[in-house]
């Protein structure tokens, strides 16, 4: 008699929507006559009015790291602990290189550089075994070769910066630019599907 096991995975997949400087500008005024001099460009605002992205780019797959292995038992077992949650999760890039290691408890960028960037989270969705993490990276944050990423979990409300906040939840480096080189002129939105299933 066979017996059927079950494992939980974790299959990320990521894209990233580019959008230049002419479509930041057509959005921002857009978005002013419609929701005044508050508003800000995100990859929600570019896609309600129909602004797609010049470019897209894909990468697949990244480790959870051992304290992002800790705190989801801990959290299986309400042992406390921050979750996923907007206002909780930044996504990193950054431009460093070499491999993604359990034990990372940071970017591979040096830290505090501007070589890196966290940018919080603007939407976390989790649907059946799919979760769904974005940010939008405006034009004034970010600017460097694309060669990691992570997300970070902290207290709320984190905000934007080039330090991680608490826990590094996950990691994936590579070189060569996988995701792109992002400049002062692009807004970009960095999207995270992962698959528990």
Do not use: C, Y
Request: net charge negative.
């Amino acid at each position: 008699m066979s017996v059927r096991t079950e494992q939980m995975v974790w299959r990320p997949r990521v894209v990233v929507e580019k959008w230049d400087a002419d479509q930041v500008d057509a959005l921002l005024r857009l978005g002013r006559e419609q929701d005044g001099p508050g508003f800000l460009p995100v990859a929600a605002a570019f896609h309600r009015f129909g602004i797609r992205p010049v470019e897209t780019a894909q990468d697949e797959g990244n480790l959870v790291t051992t304290a992002g292995l800790a705190r989801a038992a801990s959290l299986l077992i309400a042992g406390g602990g921050q979750a996923l949650s907007v206002g909780a999760v930044r996504i990193g890039v950054g431009n460093g290189s070499g491999t993604a290691a359990a034990t990372d408890t940071d970017l591979s960028a040096a830290s505090g550089s501007t070589n890196r960037w966290f940018q919080p989270a603007s939407s976390i969705t989790a649907v059946n075994d799919i979760i769904t993490v974005v940010a939008t990276f405006p034009t004034g944050n970010a600017n460097f070769q694309w060669n990691e990423w992570g997300f970070d979990i902290g207290t709320p409300t984190v905000s934007a910066g080039s330090t991680v906040a608490a826990v590094l939840f996950n990691h994936k480096t590579g070189t060569g630019g996988a995701l792109g080189t992002k400049t002062s002129a692009q807004a970009w939105a960095f999207t995270t599907t992962a698959d528990l299933g």
